[in-house]
């Protein structure tokens, strides 16, 4: 679709979002936010007519692109037959969505919970895991992110969780590895995965196993900065739940759904957790769905013992309907193979080209869809391009480079001194190779930072 212009009825979109929507994460005086006017596939548009290829996937959650028509008319379908219905009932769409969920999920996580988004995913995930345990801990990373509801915040391991961290929630968190920046003092893939397993069963020990619940791990973890775990780091983490009887979640919210080549990320590492939460890709965030997949084990514990906790729009007949039009497009279109082609053959070569060519790229990491760059003002300190939680003038660098991505045409995901390079899953390759053209042009901005 060719955008058509229209900036007055921008600007009146722009007025009314600014004189009533409180947004998230920002300071509302301070923020710009830009008027959308439409999307299709891989970009959107404003009202002036600027057109953006997608590098974020929205929230890292279009997998399969804007307005994709079998999505599009299942959901017209869905509204018409039974536009909604409530939890305690059989549904169609609701069963059908559990059951071609639970076809995908790694070992016997059969049993589907299903929930509004992924925030409210993991809440109950941890609240299963203490109720099957009848123990209170869990411990999370640092360098992480589960949502912004009160437990899911505080098991979050960077500066978000800071406001509302109550040290009250039972959260320990922990080091999980990740060598370009390590703690642990290693120089290897081998010797970060064995300190970081011996520094989270030393954690265990101190803390006391028969008080620990659970181990929450985002598989990859996302907005922290896409940090692949080393060969063998779930599979112990695994075996230590297993030892001491800790209940093992992985959060998928952001990786799963072919983000990473795979159906889930757990399978790139074949390892089974007892619980595992999603949302996001599910069903391209097309309507709002999340949810946990669980064990036998678990699942029996609430066989004739009622599970304390549900949500009036559980397995909402709109958002399950949608999570099975996108299932079955992602299987009729190869989405999950095309993300895992074009991530090992264009992606991560065009990425590491530009690492060799750009003194700001300091470390290349990721698989599928699913990467991100550090950047770094010296490659051989690795110090950042922008300070840890950086704000205003520290901030500069980044602001700078996220508009010359913008100038060039692609809408970029930034945190802290990371861009992540997240597009949709179905994304062509011509499209691929037009955003990364752009994304080598953006850094040339920030290569001005470096020294």
Request: proline fraction near 6%; charge should be negative.
């Amino acid at each position: 679709m060719t955008p058509q212009p229209n900036p007055e009825v921008g600007a009146a979109v722009k007025a009314a979002d600014r004189a009533h929507v409180f947004h998230s994460w920002s300071a509302q005086e301070l923020i710009d936010p830009l008027a959308v006017a439409g999307a299709e596939g891989s970009y959107f548009w404003d009202y002036d007519g600027n057109k953006y290829l997608d590098f974020t996937s929205g929230l890292v959650y279009t997998n399969i692109g804007y307005q994709h028509p079998k999505v599009v008319a299942a959901i017209q379908e869905q509204a018409a037959t039974l536009s909604t219905f409530a939890p305690a009932f059989a549904v169609e769409a609701r069963s059908e969505a559990a059951r071609l969920i639970a076809e995908r999920t790694p070992g016997d996580l059969d049993k589907i919970f299903f929930t509004n988004a992924g925030a409210d995913a993991v809440e109950h995930a941890v609240r299963m895991a203490r109720l099957h345990t009848g123990r209170s801990k869990v411990l999370a990373a640092y360098r992480s992110y589960h949502g912004g509801t009160q437990q899911a915040i505080n098991l979050t391991g960077d500066p978000r969780r800071w406001a509302s961290d109550s040290a009250s929630a039972g959260v320990v968190h922990f080091w999980a590895p990740y060598l370009y920046r390590s703690r642990f003092y290693a120089e290897t893939e081998e010797q970060e995965c064995a300190r970081a397993l011996e520094h989270l069963e030393t954690t265990i020990a101190f803390e006391g196993p028969a008080t620990v619940a659970a181990i929450i791990l985002e598989t990859i973890p996302g907005t922290a900065g896409i940090m692949v775990p080393p060969p063998g780091y779930l599979a112990g983490v695994r075996e230590i739940c297993d030892k001491y009887g800790i209940v093992f979640i992985l959060d998928e919210v952001m990786a799963g759904f072919g983000r990473t080549g795979e159906w889930f990320a757990a399978d790139l590492f074949d390892v089974t957790p007892d619980l595992m939460t999603f949302a996001k890709g599910v069903n391209s965030g097309y309507v709002p769905l999340g949810g946990v997949a669980i064990s036998g084990e678990i699942a029996e514990t609430f066989g004739k013992r009622p599970y304390p906790g549900g949500l009036t729009y559980s397995g909402h007949p709109l958002a399950c309907a949608a999570a099975v039009a996108t299932i079955n497009v992602m299987a009729q279109e190869g989405v999950v193979e095309n993300a895992a082609r074009l991530g090992s053959e264009v992606l991560e070569p065009a990425l590491r080209d530009l690492a060799e060519r750009h003194p700001s790229v300091g470390e290349v990491r990721g698989v599928g869809m699913f990467w991100a760059l550090d950047l770094v003002k010296d490659k051989e300190t690795r110090e950042p391009l922008v300070p840890y939680n950086a704000a205003g003038e520290a901030n500069a660098p980044m602001l700078a480079f996220g508009a010359a991505a913008k100038k060039h045409g692609i809408w970029p995901f930034i945190n802290m001194n990371r861009t992540h390079v997240v597009p949709p899953c179905n994304i062509t390759e011509s499209e691929l190779k037009e955003g990364l053209s752009a994304l080598d042009a953006a850094l040339s901005v920030a290569d001005e930072h470096t020294r």
